[in-house]
């Protein structure tokens, strides 16, 4: 039967189901056949904290949210057009989140009197279809009965029932890749390898997925395929990445760069753990990886690393930071390169792990007894945790310092299309240990002497003769390095802790401000994460006509020089985080700016309608006029 | 459910893979590991005596001085590192072994020493020990117990008697105290042994089994505070007393003490642990003799068990265990040898490759 086709210019799917459905997987996979199509994606993943939550319960629900399109997009999409739940629990946990004639494809072999309850459903909306008191009235529900063909799809494997109907999610990824036009050599693949050992697991799994994609092709059902074609982009070569992957990829780039073998050490924490895990298969870099017993040691013994002439990294979340801060202090004191990543997470206490929040910035700047600066690098995109990691390296390195960098859980577990990097244009890291060949003779070795340019003390590793020192905790002598405790020393040693880190900035290039009329009297600015749903917010709004102006800041500590000027120069400030305001403070302190805060402290990215809607307000106060957004958004939150 | 048969490194001595001076250096002596920083301790301290035993030790190991490292965390003995013409680092509270832990396995070019105390080790750093020994980091930790907490003036400390009276605990502390060597033994140490500070002879032989050793060797060094605790180990010490209170542990000698040699060590069959009867009634023959290189640890641990946990009148002193199992910190090094050996490339090109693993599109 041949099927209208339909063309749109982007789309935004959801997959849920139980814990232990597949969900992730199957998102995954539909995310890598899109990428290798050619479409721009962004992806949010949302799980719950618990590895198998009771079964069929709302708690237990796991989703993968891909938006996909034919051009440029800044977010994973506000609001689904598209929701496939495989139980009655992920119908009613999802249902809240979608817009008016969104379409449902539901798995209808879950939907029994048992499961329907677990669900908080005490009649089964499936069977209420069309009728008056229809629940699912203003959507287009599509009831498939996913695991009951998939079971006879694949009953010529001998597989029992439960472990037939493990391959229904195959089966959804199957028909949506039909629906869309993906490409499935790379899933048929991916099964292949996967499930190697197991041929008939693997077998069912790709039958199902055939049978699936078969299913939409034949069934009358389905009467539209939809086409999204690839999004432009620039000349080069591209791989769909996660965040906490291209984190660790720049972590092993910056130990390529500077030539110093990467030695992490680190406890497992969520969501921090995958840049452990993929760290650990990179030996042939001369990356050490150890699984320490606590987060204290795992700092502790990345300091004794970088004490030895190792690039020491130790990464965690925000609790994790809370147990390491008195070794950042150490770190601080005794100027040796250290990175510490920090994937952050809901707080405070254990909070939520595995929903995203930025706000661990305060605890990055100030976390820490003493004057005790440590400066801040933050990614913005999944993709561009690489570059930020290599950035932080550099800092650390260059200046003999500890370096915070502030990913989140949304940039770990979320992926996009990055453009690989040459491994040539990326910047080289000199170490300059020090050596007996830099003193003049007769002279004896300051170990807190500082270079003119950056104020970095000297990197004198064990092993090397004659540069024999001692370090620590206590306050140091200024170049020589004994302990102090003279009151004019301390004052000047505070101070030079503090200088030198102010001089990173002079390394920095100028801010990027994106006014394109150049007549924007609203600037928004932002941090981290909320890269695209800000930019997307700003879109929406120049769409419906108004100037607004945007920067995003990568370096938090210290601000670039030119932070102050640009501020000054609009007459709003709109800051959006996911806290309750921690940028927003700390440009007020500096600044003396009136920085207006959008505080959103959901565990989920800030929706760019939200936030477009807010700017509008700003640019409607600062400019007297009236902004109207509608029909500039539609309801997943892009612009039209 | 998955494990792989690692394979084992070749057994060698602890400071086998640590440069030595070569034949035109000039001999070493213990000026040579003496910093310019005035030592300041109180007068009598025990640790100028660990301090001197070490420094006239080092020359012996004719490593060269630069590959020397002294880590320490927080606490009077803690100040050591600041006193040897060493590379060094006074850390934080508790926490020196596992910066040495990152040091040693990031460097096996290095000597590296572990300088703590009885607060330090074993009260805000108790994990990273134990976890240290366990993993068998190849480094020597030195464990000063004064059994008082001394720069903050006279707390009990994890080793005090219970009942002690201190600043803390007016009317006596209700805490049931650590035996440091009950506890390595307990984590499984491949080396274990106790001394005295004022025994620079004892001391020094200990220290060099220990820097031989491949491994975290501890070292439980008795040590006197003469301001909150003086006293604690005259038993030991005392012309009159040490050959009643001191159970010598020599590998290979059946354990006997006494003035007269009169007292030995015999397997109790009640209890399974071992006790102490009169060599005149078992018969030498049924002393037990000292097996420091039994691979079980247990009899080691009970013989641990004949310290007095109240006020000390009788302990082993010596090397209680000295086996070989392999180290962390040579396995870490042999797996990412073994991995470095398997690829052929520049960094630089490997890395290329990494970055380009997966499913990838061009966009020309």
Redesign the interface.
């Known amino acids: 039967m041949a099927k209208q086709v339909k063309q749109l210019d982007r789309v935004v799917i959801r997959f849920a189901g139980d814990s232990g459905d597949g969900m992730q997987l199957t998102g995954d996979r539909f995310t890598q056949e899109s990428a290798v199509f050619g479409n721009d994606l962004m992806t949010l993943p949302n799980f719950p904290a618990e590895i198998r939550a009771p079964q069929g319960t709302i708690p237990g629900v796991s989703s993968f949210q891909v938006h996909f399109a034919d051009h440029d997009i800044l977010t994973a999409g506000d609001a689904p057009d598209v929701l496939v739940a495989m139980n009655p629990a992920a119908l009613k946990a999802n249902l809240g989140d979608l817009p008016k004639g969104a379409t449902i494809i539901v798995d209808t072999a879950d939907f029994t009197t048992r499961n329907l309850a677990k669900a908080g459903y005490e009649t089964n909306p499936l069977e209420a279809l069309g009728d008056a008191n229809d629940q699912l009235g203003s959507f287009q529900v599509f009831p498939v009965d996913l695991t009951g063909m998939t079971v006879a799809a694949v009953k010529d494997y001998g597989l029992s029932r439960k472990d037939a109907s493990r391959a229904k999610n195959m089966f959804a990824l199957g028909l949506l890749s039909w629906m869309y036009g993906r490409p499935t050599d790379s899933t048929i693949g991916f099964l292949e390898k996967r499930f190697a050992k197991v041929p008939d697991i693997r077998d069912a799994n790709v039958t199902a997925f055939k049978t699936g994609w078969n299913f939409g092709e034949t069934t009358e059902a389905f009467a539209v395929q939809y086409e999204v074609k690839p999004a432009p982009a620039s000349a080069g070569t591209y791989r769909n990445i996660s965040g906490n992957l291209a984190l660790a990829y720049g972590l092993v780039a910056a130990g390529v760069r500077s030539g110093l073998p990467v030695f992490l050490g680190s406890y497992p924490i969520t969501p921090a753990s995958d840049i452990l895990h993929e760290l650990s298969k990179h030996k042939s870099f001369g990356v050490t990886t150890f699984q320490a017993e606590d987060e204290i040691a795992g700092v502790g013994s990345a300091i004794g690393a970088s004490y030895g002439g190792a690039l020491g990294v130790t990464t965690t979340s925000g609790p994790g930071i809370a147990l390491k801060g008195e070794a950042i202090g150490l770190a601080v004191m005794t100027e040796l390169p250290l990175l510490v990543v920090n994937v952050q997470r809901g707080g405070p206490s254990t909070g939520l792990p595995t929903k995203t929040e930025q706000a661990d910035l305060l605890q990055a700047m100030f976390g820490r007894n003493g004057e005790a600066p440590v400066p801040i690098v933050a990614p913005q995109t999944p993709g561009d945790c690489f570059n930020a990691a290599v950035e932080a390296a550099r800092i650390a390195v260059t200046y003999r310092t500890p370096v915070m960098l502030l990913s989140d859980g949304y940039l770990a577990n979320g992926s996009e299309p990055w453009q690989i990097p040459h491994v040539d244009d990326l910047p080289k890291i000199d170490p300059a240990f020090a050596s007996i060949a830099d003193l003049a003779e007769g002279e004896s070795f300051q170990p807190y002497a500082r270079d003119e340019a950056t104020l970095a003390r000297p990197w004198a590793i064990p092993g090397t003769a004659g540069l024999e020192h001692r370090i620590g905790g206590l306050e140091k002598g200024d170049g020589h390095g004994n302990i102090s405790y003279d009151p004019a020393n301390h004052e000047k040693m505070t101070r030079l802790r503090a200088a030198k880190i102010e001089r990173i900035a002079d390394s920095l290039p100028p801010l990027e401000v994106d006014d394109p009329s150049g007549n924007a009297k609203v600037l928004v600015i932002g941090w981290g994460s909320t890269y695209g749903p800000i930019g997307a917010g700003v879109r929406s709004v120049r769409k419906a006509g108004f100037n607004v102006a945007q920067v995003h800041l990568r370096h938090l500590n210290p601000f670039p020089k030119d932070l102050g000027d640009i501020l000054k120069s609009y007459d709003k400030v709109l800051v959006p985080e996911m806290n309750l305001g921690q940028l927003s403070m700390l440009l007020r302190a500096k600044y003396l700016v009136d920085a207006v805060g959008f505080n959103v402290v959901r565990g989920l990215p800030i929706k760019s309608a939200e936030l477009a809607e807010a700017i509008g307000a700003l640019v409607s106060e600062a400019e007297g006029v009236t902004v109207d957004l509608s029909n500039t958004t539609d309801l997943t939150g892009e612009e039209l | 459910m998955t494990t792989v048969d690692l394979e084992n490194p070749a057994f060698r001595s602890g400071i086998e893979l640590v440069?030595t001076l070569s034949e035109g250096d000039q001999t070493q002596t213990g000026k040579d590991f003496t910093?310019d920083?005035e030592v300041r301790w109180c007068p009598g301290c025990g640790d100028y005596a660990v301090l001197k035993a070490v420094q006239g030790f080092l020359p012996e190991l004719g490593l060269?001085?630069?590959?020397?490292?002294f880590?320490?965390g927080?606490g009077c003995s803690s100040r050591f590192?600041?006193y040897?013409?060493?590379?060094?680092?006074?850390?934080?509270?508790g926490?020196a072994p596992?910066?040495?832990?990152?040091?040693?396995?990031?460097?096996e070019?290095?000597s590296v020493w572990v300088v703590t105390g009885d607060g330090d080790a074993l009260s805000i750093g108790g994990?990273?020990l134990i976890?240290a020994l366990r993993r068998n980091v190849n480094m020597t930790i030195l464990l000063f117990n004064n059994r008082i907490y001394g720069l903050t003036k006279g707390q009990y400390s994890p080793t005090s008697e219970a009942g002690k009276v201190t600043k803390s605990t007016p009317v006596g502390s209700i805490d049931h105290p650590f035996n440091p060597v009950s506890v390595a033994l307990g984590a499984e140490a491949s080396f274990v042994a106790r001394t005295v500070d004022s025994d620079r002879k004892h001391l020094s032989s200990v220290l060099a089994a220990a820097a031989a050793h491949r491994g975290t060797a501890l070292v439980e060094i008795y040590q006197n505070c003469p301001i909150f605790n003086d006293g604690a180990f005259d038993a030991v010490k005392g012309p009159d007393t040490k050959a009643d209170a001191i159970i010598p542990l020599v590998h290979g000698e059946p354990i006997v003490f006494g003035a007269e040699r009169q007292k030995g060590l015999i397997r109790d069959s009640v209890t399974g642990g071992v006790k102490v009867a009169l060599v005149a009634e078992v018969g030498l023959e049924n002393v037990l003799v000292h097996d420091a290189h039994n691979p079980d640890p247990t009899t080691a641990f009970a013989i641990s068990r004949l310290t007095d946990a109240g006020v000390l009148h009788q302990s082993p002193i010596g090397i209680f265990r000295q086996v070989q199992r392999p180290t962390y910190d040579d396995q870490?090094r042999d797996?990412?040898a073994?991995?470095?050996n398997?690829?052929t490339g520049s960094?630089?090109e490997?890395?290329?490759a990494?970055?380009?693993?997966?499913?990838?599109?061009?966009?020309?």
Do not use: C, F
């Open positions: 440069p910093s920083q060269k001085r630069e590959n020397i490292v880590v320490s927080i590192p600041y040897l013409d060493t590379y060094g680092m006074h850390s934080i509270h926490r596992s910066i040495a832990t990152g040091l040693a396995t990031a460097r070019d290095l994990n990273h976890h870490a797996q990412i073994t991995a470095q398997a690829v960094p630089e490997r890395l290329t990494l970055l380009n693993t997966g499913d990838t599109w061009t966009v020309a």
